[in-house]
């Protein structure tokens, strides 16, 4: 959409929009007032980082955002009545067995995958890697979800760098994705482990890793992150390794909605899943990159997992790069090549049961960003 300014985006509007997020508020439910005055300061237009020039797209954000926001802090007011922070440990131990147990299971299941992967890596050029492989998480709770996880393998079929192995993680779907995988020709680049029990998608990427750990025996290996309702340009796969040669580490790219819907319109406008919140960085460095769009340097990042105390999609990306880049020193880049194609929830009532899924989440990583309360291992299991 054409632009008529760029809107001011001061540090005082950053530290008002994380009013209420210390620990001592984490527990706290936002009232209906603390509601109003959020939905009033995100629909401004002052506060976003670009203004539409058509009038009637700036009055339809203004509109959504206000949708976005009421959705937003009541997931976080439902996570205050609920439970707050008790049994958010256990939860995650729990978690933590489901994924020990799927990767026992399947560490020696698949040895042509295991195989093709070791072949890859083995034949890299001196500098660098020419070793791809993709984490794919699926919960799938209809045909329609099979179908997207369908359309994402074809998707992935038809790189121009076509990867060399793909695991797809069910996270313990309600309708068998079985159907899905008959889209992946190469039967041998293929691993489909199905959890016991519903973890998250956190919790299904750090299977993945673990496989992907153990098989590549030291090798290095790009690993691309992505969802089962997305689609990557045909050129993701290159453009990820390319850019992690040039500096391994996390990589995120651009993520565009798949359609022209207003909620489209909306996410591809403010970017929601791009992860564009830098601070006083160089150009390129990110705070975060999406797990949609994603891909990591296996050497680069060690030992680390994703947190599985995040049993919901969204922030478990944020805390992995902040971990990562705190602990050891690896910064999230953008690659504006790497361009995925998303399918959001159409309509009002979906945008706002999206923002209901954050704000319920949002505790948790404020949880997480507290070590007095949740410390984070730098080896989970």
Same mark, same amino acid.
């Given at each position: 959409?054409?632009?008529?300014?760029?809107?001011?985006?001061?540090?005082?509007?950053?530290?008002?929009?994380?009013?209420? +997020?210390?620990?001592?508020? /984490?527990?706290?439910?936002?009232?209906?007032?603390?509601?109003?005055?959020?939905?009033?300061?995100?629909?401004?237009? +002052?506060? *976003?980082?670009?203004?539409?020039?058509?009038?009637?797209?700036? &009055?339809? =954000?203004?509109?959504?955002?206000?949708?976005? %926001? /009421?959705?937003?802090?009541?997931?976080?007011?439902?996570?205050?009545?609920?439970?707050?922070?008790?049994?958010?440990?256990?939860?995650?131990?729990?978690?933590?067995?489901?994924?020990?147990?799927?990767?026992?299971?399947?560490?020696?299941? =698949?040895? @042509?995958?295991?195989?093709?992967?070791?072949?890859?890596?083995?034949?890299?050029?001196?500098?660098?890697?020419?070793?791809? @492989?993709?984490?794919?998480?699926?919960?799938?709770?209809?045909?329609?979800?099979?179908?997207?996880?369908?359309? %994402?393998?074809?998707?992935?079929?038809?790189?121009?760098?076509?990867?060399?192995?793909?695991?797809?993680?069910?996270?313990? +779907?309600?309708?068998?994705?079985?159907? @899905?995988?008959? @889209?992946?020709?190469?039967?041998?680049?293929?691993? &489909?482990?199905?959890?016991?029990?519903?973890?998250?998608?956190?919790?299904?990427?750090?299977?993945?890793?673990?496989?992907?750990?153990?098989?590549?025996?030291?090798?290095?290996?790009?690993?691309?992150?992505?969802?089962?309702?997305?689609?990557?340009?045909?050129? *993701?796969?290159?453009?990820?390794?390319?850019?992690?040669?040039?500096?391994?580490?996390?990589?995120?790219?651009?993520? /565009? +909605?798949?359609?022209?819907?207003?909620?489209?319109?909306?996410?591809?406008?403010?970017?929601?899943?791009?992860?564009?919140?830098? *601070?006083?960085?160089?150009?390129?460095?990110?705070?975060?990159?999406?797990?949609?769009?994603?891909?990591?340097?296996?050497?680069?990042?060690?030992?680390?997992?994703?947190?599985?105390?995040?049993?919901?999609?969204?922030?478990?990306?944020?805390? &992995?790069?902040?971990?990562?880049?705190?602990?050891?020193?690896?910064?999230?880049?953008?690659?504006?090549?790497?361009?995925? &194609?998303?399918?959001?929830?159409?309509?009002?009532?979906?945008?706002?049961?999206? =923002?209901?899924?954050?704000?319920?989440?949002?505790? *948790?990583?404020?949880?997480?960003? =507290?070590?007095?309360?949740?410390?984070?291992?730098?080896?989970?299991?």
């Amino acid at each position: 959409l054409p632009l008529t300014r760029q809107a001011p985006r001061g540090r005082w509007v950053v530290r008002r929009a994380l009013a209420n +997020s210390s620990q001592d508020d /984490i527990a706290r439910a936002p009232t209906w007032k603390d509601t109003l005055k959020g939905a009033i300061f995100w629909a401004n237009p +002052s506060h *976003w980082d670009k203004v539409p020039a058509s009038p009637y797209w700036r &009055f339809t =954000f203004i509109f959504l955002k206000i949708v976005g %926001t /009421i959705g937003g802090y009541r997931g976080r007011a439902a996570f205050a009545r609920r439970s707050g922070l008790k049994g958010l440990m256990q939860k995650r131990d729990e978690a933590l067995g489901v994924v020990q147990m799927a990767y026992e299971f399947s560490v020696d299941a =698949f040895p @042509a995958a295991a195989e093709r992967l070791r072949a890859a890596a083995s034949a890299t050029p001196w500098a660098g890697t020419d070793c791809v @492989a993709v984490i794919l998480p699926n919960y799938a709770r209809s045909k329609q979800e099979v179908e997207e996880l369908r359309a %994402t393998l074809l998707a992935l079929q038809a790189q121009k760098r076509p990867p060399d192995v793909v695991i797809v993680v069910d996270d313990h +779907s309600p309708v068998s994705a079985k159907d @899905a995988l008959k @889209a992946w020709k190469d039967s041998e680049s293929l691993a &489909f482990v199905q959890l016991w029990k519903n973890v998250g998608p956190a919790g299904a990427r750090s299977v993945g890793l673990r496989l992907l750990r153990q098989w590549a025996r030291g090798m290095d290996v790009v690993v691309c992150l992505t969802d089962s309702d997305a689609a990557p340009d045909p050129g *993701w796969t290159e453009a990820m390794l390319k850019a992690q040669n040039m500096s391994p580490g996390i990589v995120s790219g651009p993520t /565009i +909605s798949v359609d022209r819907s207003h909620t489209g319109r909306f996410h591809d406008h403010f970017g929601n899943l791009n992860g564009r919140w830098t *601070w006083d960085d160089e150009k390129d460095v990110l705070l975060y990159g999406c797990t949609c769009n994603f891909s990591v340097d296996l050497n680069s990042i060690g030992d680390a997992e994703f947190d599985p105390i995040f049993s919901r999609p969204g922030f478990e990306d944020i805390e &992995f790069c902040w971990r990562l880049r705190e602990e050891r020193g690896v910064y999230t880049r953008y690659c504006d090549d790497a361009k995925m &194609f998303h399918q959001y929830d159409r309509g009002p009532v979906g945008l706002y049961k999206q =923002f209901w899924k954050y704000g319920h989440t949002a505790p *948790w990583y404020l949880c997480t960003a =507290f070590s007095k309360i949740i410390p984070l291992p730098r080896r989970m299991g």
